[in-house]
């Protein structure tokens, strides 16, 4: 007989800094900027050491999603195949975060979700019933919540593990 695990792991991260030097580039087009590209493995050099386990790491199809992704997951390690680009993640309100994680495979223990504010600090919030005013960029917000299956993600039902942010290293 299986029995499912009682809970489960999410790690919000918002993407690192971008680079506003092309005004004429569209804003899911921006790529990082020098700050950003120092911080995202400065930020997945921490959480390699907090051993979390990935295996779903879902990641919003900007450019500066994709490229924090890419830093973060060579310092964790992260099989490429445990990577989930949506385009739904882009710019996605909490009500649309919370379906795309409700839907998850309940085979999954430890979710990585990469995005962008405000969706990830609302999230935050609603996870913890806190009052962050602003997950920086590259902040990592690590919670445990006690239920079997993702479908029962709801509000405050999360503890909070583990929160940092470059700035707090620097």
């Not at 030097?21 to 930020?43: C, I, S, T, V, Y």
């Not at 779903?56 to 973060?72: D, F, G, P």
Request: proline share 5%; hydrophobic share 40%.
């Amino acid at each position: 007989m299986t029995t499912e695990n009682p809970k489960k792991r999410l790690t919000l991260i918002r993407h690192a800094k971008s680079s506003w030097n092309n005004p004429e580039l569209k804003d899911f087009d921006r790529p990082l900027n020098k700050r950003g590209k120092h911080d995202a493995p400065l930020m997945g050099n921490r959480l390699a050491k907090l051993d979390l386990a990935i295996d779903l790491l879902l990641v919003s199809t900007a450019k500066r999603t994709r490229l924090t992704a890419e830093a973060i997951v060579e310092q964790l390690g992260i099989d490429t195949e445990q990577i989930t680009f949506d385009e739904r993640i882009y710019l996605a309100s909490l009500s649309e975060l919370t379906s795309l994680l409700r839907a998850i495979a309940d085979s999954h223990q430890n979710v990585l979700l990469i995005g962008h504010n405000p969706g990830i600090t609302d999230l935050a919030n609603y996870l913890v019933g806190g009052r962050l005013e602003n997950i920086p960029t590259c902040g990592v917000f690590s919670v445990e919540i006690q239920i079997p299956s993702w479908k029962q993600l709801d509000r405050a039902a999360a503890k909070l593990v583990f929160y940092d942010y470059p700035k707090n290293i620097d």
